[in-house]
C-alpha cells in the first residue's frame, strides 16, 4: 500500500519492503541500510505486509534490535520497515471511501500516558464501532478520549488527496475502504501512512 501512496504523490513514512522471517542482524543490517542516514528518528515499526487491528506490529529504536525478545514471521513471508512519526498533536486521523467518494473521517486520541506512545496506538480496534462516527452527524460528536474516536469534516485537500490522487489508482479495484494519516509538525504536514481495503463503515 505505500507504493500506492507514493504513486499518488502523498507524502508517506520511508517505508521498504522486507523478507521475513528475519534475524536480528537482518533486521539491523536493513535498517543501517534504508534508515542509517540522519534525517530518519530513532524508533522504526515493522509491520505486516497484509494484517489488520494493528496485529503484528513492531516498534522498537535501532539501538535497541538485540534486546527483542522475538521478531515476527509473517504469513506471506513480506513485511514492511517503516520510520516512525509521532502526531504532532496527538491524533490519527481516518478517512473512509466507497464507490470513488469520501465518505466520512474520524479522529482518534493517541495515548500517551506512558509518554512514549506504543503499539496500543495502531491496536485500538475497530474505528467503525463508536458509536456513530460518521462526519454528517456532527451534533452527536463527543469529546475524544484516550483510543477513543469522534467524527470530524473530512478537510478539502484531504478529500481531493484521496479522490483525486489514489482512488483513481485503484480504479475498480476497492468499491470500499480507508486512508489514514497523522499531523507530522507544527506546521500542519499530512503523513500518509496507510491504506486499508474493504474497511467496515462507521455505524451512522
Known amino acids: 500500500h505505500h507504493v500506492l501512496l507514493e504513486r499518488a504523490r502523498l507524502r508517506s513514512p520511508r517505508t521498504v519492503r522486507i523478507r521475513t522471517p528475519l534475524t536480528k542482524d537482518g533486521l539491523i543490517q536493513a535498517a543501517d541500510k534504508h534508515f542509517g542516514d540522519n534525517r530518519i528518528s530513532s524508533s522504526l515499526l515493522l509491520k505486516p505486509n ?9 516498534k522498537f529504536k535501532k539501538s535497541e534490535i ?9 504469513a506471506d513471508s513480506v513485511g514492511l520497515l517503516q520510520e516512525y512519526v509521532a502526531p504532532h498533536d496527538g491524533h490519527i486521523y481516518r478517512v473512509w471511501f466507497l464507490l470513488g467518494k469520501v465518505q466520512c473521517a474520524t ?3 493517541v495515548d ?10 495502531f491496536t485500538s480496534g475497530c474505528a467503525a464501532s463508536s458509536g456513530g462516527t460518521c462526519s454528517y452527524r456532527p451534533k452527536q460528536r463527543q469529546r475524544a478520549t484516550a483510543l477513543s474516536a469522534e467524527a470530524i469534516d473530512v478537510p478539502e485537500d484531504v478529500r481531493s488527496d484521496i479522490e483525486e490522487g489514489l482512488l483513481p489508482l485503484l480504479k475498480m479495484d476497492c468499491h470500499a475502504g480507508s486512508v489514514e494519516y497523522l499531523i507530522s509538525d507544527q506546521e500542519g504536514k499530512r503523513l500518509y501512512f496507510d491504506l486499508n481495503l474493504l474497511s467496515t463503515l462507521p455505524l451512522p
Not at 50 to 57: E, R, Y
Not at 112 to 121: A, I, L, V, W
Open 50 to 58: 497484509s494484517g489488520g487491528f494493528g496485529a503484528g506490529i513492531v
Open 66 to 74: 538485540g534486546e527483542l525478545e522475538t521478531l515476527p514471521d509473517y
Open 112 to 121: 500517551t500516558s506512558d509518554g512514549d506512545p506504543g503499539t496500543e496506538e
Open 107 to 109: 479522529r482518534r486520541r
